[in-house]
């Protein structure tokens, strides 16, 4: 089965490619534009490991691009397409709105445009957790109205209403995934956890605590995201041709607990500055997965100590402490 993963140089296109190359018969196809929004050098280490199978290709290619995509899918005869290339960052959202549309909106439409002129017919693609918005129920569900509260969620939103209609005109299957805080190995430098150890190994100074540790994330380990999304590719019942679902552990935990598991793991404990609730986030997020697990049998996700573990020991090794 050959595949294409944009954004495969991110935190989760790279993580899931690697993954997905482990097993037989499947073959990956990488683009990414490699953008400086964090570290490019993150993001070519990442791609130097994908590099050492076989069974990936990759290609520096910008999805804003709708000529240069659809050539360069000309006659790779692939047959699903896992678009995860986006501006992510819902603070940046406020700063660089334009680059939310651009790589989320038009880069999306030039992603269906160019699966449809190549006869592939199945996209999965990155949703958010942001599309809810401040919401006053627990835990979130896929059927409830969503109302995201900036232009980053916005994208995210318009991703799916773009899903529904093309589905239909163009006779395409779409699965949307509303990730919850992924966590985890070759995490990204701009996320609180990566953020958090990084000041406590005095690679960046200040560590600045929003609304004073208030929020409380659903955080979701990277290993279950890319088993869940395995088990979606190979899903054998006859599936719609739009579907959503919230990939969380629905396990919410208090950013000021997060901080004191770390702590007792790293023996450290940065300088935190706190300060009140910034005007990008929400308070909480706690989805519910019953949909996805219903799709695809219960699983037991990984638990926050073991995944954070992970985490520090991946984090230790590739900035040599
Ligand atoms: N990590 C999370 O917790 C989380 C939560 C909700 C949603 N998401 C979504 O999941 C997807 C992957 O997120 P991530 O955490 O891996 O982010 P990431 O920023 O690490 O990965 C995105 C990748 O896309 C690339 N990219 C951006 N614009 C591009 C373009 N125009 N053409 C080609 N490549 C482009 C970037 O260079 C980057 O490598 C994104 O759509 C994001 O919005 C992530």
Same mark, same amino acid.
């Given at each position: 089965m050959k595949i294409l993963i944009t954004g495969a140089a991110g935190f989760i296109g790279f993580n899931l490619s690697?993954?997905?190359?482990?097993?037989?018969?499947?073959?990956?196809?990488?683009?990414?534009?490699?953008?400086?929004?964090?570290?490019?050098?993150?993001k070519l280490s990442r791609i130097k490991e994908l590099k050492k199978f076989k069974n990936f290709n990759f290609k520096k290619i910008d999805i804003t691009n709708r000529q240069a995509l659809d050539k360069y899918l000309k006659k790779k005869k692939i047959s699903l397409i896992i678009n995860l290339a986006a501006q992510a960052g819902v603070r940046y959202s406020f700063i660089k709105p334009s680059e939310f549309v651009d790589n989320n909106i038009l880069g999306f439409y030039n992603v269906v445009k160019a699966a449809k002129n190549n006869s592939i017919n199945k996209i999965i693609y990155a949703s958010s957790s942001s599309v809810y918005g401040d919401s006053l129920f627990f835990p979130l569900k896929e059927t409830q109205i969503i109302n995201p509260k900036n232009i980053y969620g916005l994208s995210k939103k318009i991703n799916e209403e773009m899903a529904e209609v093309f589905s239909k005109q163009f006779e395409m299957t779409f699965i949307g995934l509303r990730?919850?805080?992924?966590?985890?190995?070759?995490?990204?430098?701009?996320?609180?956890?990566?953020? *958090? !150890? &990084?000041?406590?190994?005095?690679?960046?100074?200040? @560590? *600045? !605590? &929003?609304?004073?540790?208030?929020?409380?994330?659903? @955080?979701?380990?990277?290993?279950?995201?890319?088993?869940?999304i395995k088990k979606i590719i190979f899903l054998k019942d006859k599936q719609s041709q739009n579907e959503i679902f919230?990939?969380?552990?629905?396990?919410?935990?208090?950013?000021?607990?997060?901080?004191?598991?770390?702590?007792?793991?790293?023996?450290?404990?940065?300088?935190?500055y706190k300060r009140p609730l910034q005007k990008a986030d929400v308070i909480k997020t706690h989805g519910s997965n019953k949909k996805i697990l219903d799709k695809i049998g219960k699983r037991r996700f990984t638990s926050i100590k073991d995944g954070l573990m992970n985490t520090l020991i991946w984090f230790k090794k590739y900035y040599n402490f």
């Amino acid at each position: 089965m050959k595949i294409l993963i944009t954004g495969a140089a991110g935190f989760i296109g790279f993580n899931l490619s690697k993954y997905l190359l482990g097993f037989k018969k499947i073959k990956i196809f990488g683009i990414d534009n490699l953008n400086n929004y964090y570290s490019k050098s993150l993001k070519l280490s990442r791609i130097k490991e994908l590099k050492k199978f076989k069974n990936f290709n990759f290609k520096k290619i910008d999805i804003t691009n709708r000529q240069a995509l659809d050539k360069y899918l000309k006659k790779k005869k692939i047959s699903l397409i896992i678009n995860l290339a986006a501006q992510a960052g819902v603070r940046y959202s406020f700063i660089k709105p334009s680059e939310f549309v651009d790589n989320n909106i038009l880069g999306f439409y030039n992603v269906v445009k160019a699966a449809k002129n190549n006869s592939i017919n199945k996209i999965i693609y990155a949703s958010s957790s942001s599309v809810y918005g401040d919401s006053l129920f627990f835990p979130l569900k896929e059927t409830q109205i969503i109302n995201p509260k900036n232009i980053y969620g916005l994208s995210k939103k318009i991703n799916e209403e773009m899903a529904e209609v093309f589905s239909k005109q163009f006779e395409m299957t779409f699965i949307g995934l509303r990730f919850f805080t992924v966590y985890g190995e070759w995490g990204r430098p701009d996320m609180f956890m990566m953020k *958090y !150890l &990084n000041s406590t190994y005095n690679l960046s100074k200040k @560590f *600045y !605590l &929003n609304n004073f540790g208030k929020h409380t994330r659903d @955080f979701t380990y990277i290993r279950d995201v890319c088993q869940i999304i395995k088990k979606i590719i190979f899903l054998k019942d006859k599936q719609s041709q739009n579907e959503i679902f919230n990939i969380c552990s629905n396990r919410p935990i208090n950013l000021l607990k997060i901080i004191k598991q770390i702590n007792k793991l790293t023996c450290k404990s940065p300088t935190t500055y706190k300060r009140p609730l910034q005007k990008a986030d929400v308070i909480k997020t706690h989805g519910s997965n019953k949909k996805i697990l219903d799709k695809i049998g219960k699983r037991r996700f990984t638990s926050i100590k073991d995944g954070l573990m992970n985490t520090l020991i991946w984090f230790k090794k590739y900035y040599n402490f």
